[in-house]
């Protein structure tokens, strides 16, 4: 290469952040080279070293681009540039890779299909036309594909492929899109698709893709092995078969994801404003859940009841390839039982979705590691993620002060993930699900297990829920660390927010939850505290309501319901008040209300949840939840936004906790609807009284500790309405943190585990 005649200079470029397995190299290689440099890029343990050699203005032309259109799945973190000695090289060279060190950092989150290889497969004249399993440097399977480290395809369910000549070729062509593209295949020499029956019997077509098509027109329910595992798939716009799906499924209500084909297809099922476009085509193509467009194509049995719909596009050229085909929206739900975790191996799903599924669509490329769908929405105009797991997981989560010991964290009991973190980075693990039955058990284990081997961490703490009956709790004792520390739930909440943050604390920590154990061994659930990331002091609550058969209370939210206007009225009801549950027969109402009136200590339940199920129940006039939180989404979507008044509230006490208490609006409401008041007017009156209480209760934490950061955390703040109001009301003296990498719910629990772990052990 030839070199200007100007002076010969010399930078070193060091990149930290998510650079190793995203095509990063080569696309160093290709810039170098469109610059006019020369030198060399390397891989190292913390991320990617170049020494560059040019005259000042290819150098800075160069150092420009770098900065400017990086691969779409990198993440720089850090990048650093010092003077070196001028060298005269004749070339730009990758060089190979100096040994591994630290190899946390080489296994990336799987990447979406990007917009080249989305191209050669529509094009006839490419090789790859119509080939599934296309990918390169910028998109395809990681994770899911990884059985070990470092991340090569040697260590991959692609080591069995043996890559064809012209594959090869491109592996080994630094100036390749495909240069060191691990999962690097082709229809001579990559994996194969084919099409089973039910019974797992291999049916012998042409084109598997165009004959599940084919079955999906004619109203059949495809079994497809995605990335990280099954999806059960059929027209969502066909109301058969998607109630067959249900009722096959076990799944009475609760919503079901669909994909399709492109932002355009997706613009005519829901209303989609900039942020929610960005989610949908973001790298990590999470299913996004936006307001449901009137009058759509849509099937009604897809979302009963629901005005928000999960949508997202393709993420593999198969899907790419399968919706052009379909031309329709898929319903694309997780391919399980109802609790059992998402199958991914190909006689497992056999087994497990046989009486599910009319047809297979399988291939011959394992699936290593389970890994769920993502959920993001938008709330205050900004993605937040619900769930956390393909497309995320394993990137990590900068630690804005390092932790002194590795550490692993377990979770809680539902929507479990568990976290390492050591140096400054922590690692959320993917979505296990509810830890409520052996076989999510064995897959928390496993997961555990795997992400713990990859990223070759020797935790030395082990952080769990105060909980004792949690399995992730007698996981964490059956763990061979020496020092394990339990960690208060709200708590980790809220530190789970302060790390999102960068916050070392104290905060003023809101975290409305359903509910958690609490440090004095009964059941919190709505709290707020006064945090730092050692400890906290529990500063507000809501007023406790029994919870009459514990589990059923949840299952069947009239009983909350009932001991709502108890509690308020006592047990001479007024009759605007037992009116609402006229449809109730008495005796299951004389059934309750003998329970609330025994001296028989019950649970007692201190969740916003609870309340928002409690009233949502009694002008809802629901009997049933056929899902958790059904009935408070309800709640929530009727609430009339131009409704601005709210119901009278009380708070309770001047020591720790004071107690929020919402009798005075359950009078009101009921009061209202003597007055003649809409559901979504004293739904909105409800969400608007939960505002100002809380507004109110940070008034009077501040007067005592003074001005702090306020952060939301906890399941409740994934209700854009609550967060969105809540907001507002601490407006402006307060701005509300929020979420938005790390779920609010318990999902993102055990990275406030691990923070206020190595808080107490190094004695903070
Ligand atoms: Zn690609
Ligand atoms: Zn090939
Ligand atoms: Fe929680």
Redesign the pocket.
């Given at each position: 290469m030839a070199i200007s005649g100007a002076v010969l200079e010399g930078r070193r470029i060091e990149i930290h952040g998510t650079v190793q397995g995203v095509g990063f190299r080569p696309w160093v290689y290709r810039t170098a080279h469109e610059s006019g440099v020369t030198g060399r890029v390397h891989n190292d343990a913390a991320g990617v070293t170049i020494e560059a050699f040019g005259d000042f203005a290819a150098l800075e032309r160069f150092i420009a681009r770098l900065h400017i259109d990086p691969p779409p799945a990198a993440r720089i973190r850090t990048f650093q540039q010092s003077p070196i000695p001028a060298e005269l090289e004749g070339d730009f060279v990758i060089v190979p890779t100096v040994d591994a060190g630290a190899p946390r950092v080489s296994i990336p989150p799987d990447l979406a299909?990007?917009k080249?290889?989305a191209a050669e497969i529509v094009d006839p004249a490419n090789r790859r036309f119509h080939y599934p399993f296309t990918?390169?440097t910028?998109?395809?399977p990681r994770l899911t594909i990884a059985t070990g480290i470092p991340y090569d395809r040697a260590a991959t369910t692609m080591a069995p492929f043996e890559m064809c000549p012209a594959c090869r070729r491109e592996y080994h062509d630094p100036s390749d899109?495909r240069f060191h593209a691990q999962p690097n295949a082709c229809p001579v020499c990559g994996p194969r698709l084919t099409l089973h029956a039910f019974t797992g019997e291999h049916i012998g077509v042409d084109d598997p893709i165009a004959a599940a098509a084919e079955a999906l027109r004619c109203s059949m329910i495809v079994a497809i092995k995605g990335l990280g595992g099954f999806h059960l798939a059929c027209d969502a716009t066909c109301s058969d078969v998607v109630m067959r799906l249900r009722e096959r499924k076990h799944r009475d209500e609760k919503p079901f994801a669909v994909m399709v084909r492109n932002l355009a297809s997706a613009e005519t099922l829901a209303v989609l404003g900039d942020e929610e476009r960005r989610l949908l085509s973001s790298v990590e193509r999470p299913i996004v859940l936006a307001p449901r467009r009137e009058g759509s194509a849509l099937a009604p049995e897809v979302a009963p009841g629901n005005t928000m719909i999960g949508l997202f596009l393709p993420y593999t050229p198969l899907h790419h390839l399968l919706l052009a085909s379909v031309d329709a929206p898929l319903v694309m739900t997780s391919g399980n039982r109802a609790d059992e975790p998402i199958a991914f191996r190909n006689d497992d799903a056999v087994a497990r979705l046989g009486d599910i599924a009319d047809l297979f669509l399988l291939h011959d490329r394992e699936i290593e590691a389970r890994c769920d769908d993502s959920v993001a929405a938008v709330i205050a105009g900004h993605g937040v993620v619900f769930r956390r797991s393909r497309g995320f997981v394993p990137r990590p989560i900068t630690l804005s002060r390092p932790v002194a010991r590795p550490i692993l964290a377990c979770g809680g009991q539902l929507k479990n993930t568990f976290c390492f973190a050591a140096g400054d980075s922590a690692w959320l693990g993917p979505h296990v699900g509810d830890l409520d039955n052996l076989a999510t058990y064995d897959s928390y284990r496993d997961g555990v297990a795997r992400l713990e081997r990859f990223l070759q961490i020797r935790p030395e703490i082990v952080a769990h829920d105060l909980h004792p009956d949690y399995l992730s709790t007698m996981y964490a004792e059956q763990r061979p660390e020496a020092i394990h520390v339990p960690v208060q739930h709200h708590h980790a909440h809220v530190v789970s927010a302060m790390a999102e943050h960068g916050l070392p604390g104290p905060v003023i920590g809101l975290a409305y939850d359903g509910t958690g154990y609490g440090s004095d061994g009964t059941s919190w659930g709505s709290e707020i505290l006064v945090a730092g990331l050692a400890s906290f002091v529990r500063v507000a609550t809501f007023r406790p309501l029994p919870l009459v058969g514990g589990d059923r209370a949840i299952q069947e939210p009239w009983r909350i319901a009932l001991a709502l206007v108890v509690d308020a009225f006592g047990h001479d009801l007024p009759p605007a008040a037992s009116a609402l549950f006229e449809d109730i027969a008495d005796a299951e109402i004389g059934l309750v209300t003998d329970l609330l009136r025994t001296e028989m200590p019950l649970p007692m339940a201190h969740g916003l949840g609870r309340y928002f199920d409690g009233f949502g129940a009694l002008f809802l006039r629901r009997r049933k939840a056929s899902f958790e939180g059904q009935i408070a989404l309800e709640w929530n979507q009727i609430a009339d936004p131009s409704v601005l008044d709210a119901y009278p509230y009380g708070i309770v006490g001047s020591g720790n906790p004071s107690q929020l208490d919402l009798r005075p609006a359950v009078w009101a409401a009921v009061a209202d609807t003597v007055r003649g008041a809409t559901v979504p007017q004293i739904a909105a009156r409800f969400h608007n009284t939960i505002a100002e209480a809380t507004a109110a209760l940070v008034r009077r934490v501040v007067s005592e500790y003074g001005r702090l950061p306020v952060v939301a955390s906890g399941g409740c703040f994934q209700n854009a309405r609550l967060a969105e109001s809540v907001r507002a009301a601490l407006a402006p003296e307060h701005d509300v943190r929020l979420h938005a990498r790390v779920p609010p719910g318990d999902g993102g629990l055990a990275l406030g585990q691990a923070l206020v772990a190595d808080a107490i052990t190094r004695g903070d």
């Open positions: 299909t990007c080249q290889c990918n390169c910028n998109c395809g899109r």
